[in-house]
């Protein structure tokens, strides 16, 4: 990419920063949404740690949290040498399976939890606008009041399960494209998935343990492009596509030249013939919002997220930058980092100013 001109740099970046900035966008208002619906049940969200941040052990949380940082590094670690080993060997097509069987599941999940919470507070939120006079004569006209703990249930229940098989369906064929051509299903499918599930991180793991995590993952994103499994795929995948003789010359609806490769299936990446973005990226990048917008939720406060996005911005510029004088970098280390200083300079902010107190701040993360 170094070669670029200007236009094409242009073309790339807009390629680049456009699936961040609304995987970003979908991740806030999720996170809104969940945070109302917990507070609107008044319930605290569930604790999702593979491992308890328990306060009584000899660590206390930050025990737990760091625990359960080593072992979501760990996983990563070994699931980037299976997949790297499957690929090896050849066993490409098993991956697809595995990969859309793991995606169906999950957007099945996924649409369950979400569209609950959706419904129930669009529900909600509509039913708090209508005036009184009009509640009442709905109230007794169907002889039940539409609030969140009196729904019409069966209603709801097929409604749910019927929107959740839809998105299993099609977060499991979305793997079977292997050309550019309708690769948009995936994209939308992918930006879609990496908000939800970092949101859900986010809000039902511990503070401190998210942001371990996130420092964790960050620093072996970059042992694993430069030294790592990554590595290993990334030019395996090089590989293969200079082997390929299916490579043509195209131009983008922007004007941008590339090389037109066979794509690969297997691995749950957003790609554009300009860029690909590892579906990781998009989870921890909204993970870091996420819990900036838990932070400044629970201290009334949004300055912290405005604060993490610019830093989070600025860290993906940077990243975009260096990119154009390699191939492959990983891609969270500077935002995630630059998104945490900026974060942290955000509530220091706040509480420089008085708007909060330090027994508050504190209060978030033990």
């Known amino acids: 990419m170094s070669n670029t001109t200007a236009s094409e740099s242009d073309g790339r970046f807009r390629a680049f920063i456009q699936p961040i900035i609304i995987v970003i966008l979908i991740a806030i208002v999720l996170s809104m949404f969940t945070l109302s619906f917990y507070q609107a049940i008044d319930e605290q969200p569930p604790d999702i740690s593979p491992i308890p941040e328990n306060p009584s052990d000899p660590g206390g949380i930050a025990q737990g949290a760091l625990l359960n940082m080593l072992f979501y590094v760990g996983l990563a670690f070994l699931g980037g040498l299976v997949v790297l080993l499957i690929i090896k060997k050849g066993f490409m097509q098993f991956l697809v399976y595995f990969f859309a069987a793991l995606m169906g599941f999950s957007w099945f999940v996924f649409g369950l939890f979400y569209g609950s919470i959706l419904l129930i507070e669009s529900i909600n939120l509509i039913w708090n606008i209508l005036p009184s006079f009009l509640q009442s004569a709905i109230n007794n006209f169907f002889e039940w009041s539409?609030?969140?703990?009196?729904?019409?249930?069966?209603?709801?229940?097929?409604?749910?399960?019927?929107?959740?098989?839809?998105?299993?369906?099609?977060?499991?064929?979305?793997?079977?494209?292997?050309?550019?051509?309708?690769?948009?299903?995936?994209?939308?499918?992918?930006?879609?998935?990496?908000?939800?599930?970092?949101?859900?991180?986010?809000?039902?793991?511990?503070?401190?343990?998210?942001?371990?995590?996130?420092?964790?993952?960050?620093?072996?994103?970059?042992?694993?492009?430069?030294?790592?499994?990554?590595?290993?795929?990334?030019?395996?995948?090089?590989?293969?596509?200079?082997?390929?003789?299916?490579?043509?010359?195209?131009e983008s609806e922007s004007g941008v030249k590339y090389e037109k490769v066979p794509l690969l299936p297997a691995l749950p990446v957003y790609s554009t013939p300009l860029i690909n973005i590892g579906l990781g990226d998009f989870a921890f990048f909204s993970m870091l919002i996420s819990a900036a917008v838990v932070i400044g939720y629970e201290l009334a406060n949004p300055f912290p997220l405005i604060t993490a996005l610019i830093g989070l911005f600025i860290g993906v510029f940077a990243t975009f930058k260096l990119l154009q004088k390699e191939r492959a970098l990983p891609g969270l280390p500077l935002p995630i980092f630059g998104g945490l200083l900026f974060l942290t300079l955000g509530v220091l902010s706040i509480l420089i100013l008085g708007i909060t107190n330090l027994e508050s701040v504190v209060a978030l993360f033990f």
């Open 146 to 250: 539409i609030t969140i703990d009196s729904q019409p249930v069966y209603v709801v229940e097929i409604f749910l399960y019927g929107f959740a098989l839809l998105l299993a369906i099609l977060g499991t064929f979305s793997f079977a494209i292997q050309t550019f051509d309708r690769i948009w299903i995936r994209n939308i499918m992918m930006m879609f998935f990496g908000a939800m599930i970092g949101s859900m991180m986010a809000i039902h793991l511990g503070l401190l343990t998210a942001f371990l995590i996130l420092i964790g993952l960050s620093l072996y994103d970059i042992y694993a492009v430069f030294r790592g499994p990554l590595k290993g795929i990334i030019d395996h995948g090089r590989e293969s596509a200079e082997a390929s003789m299916e490579m043509i010359e195209a």
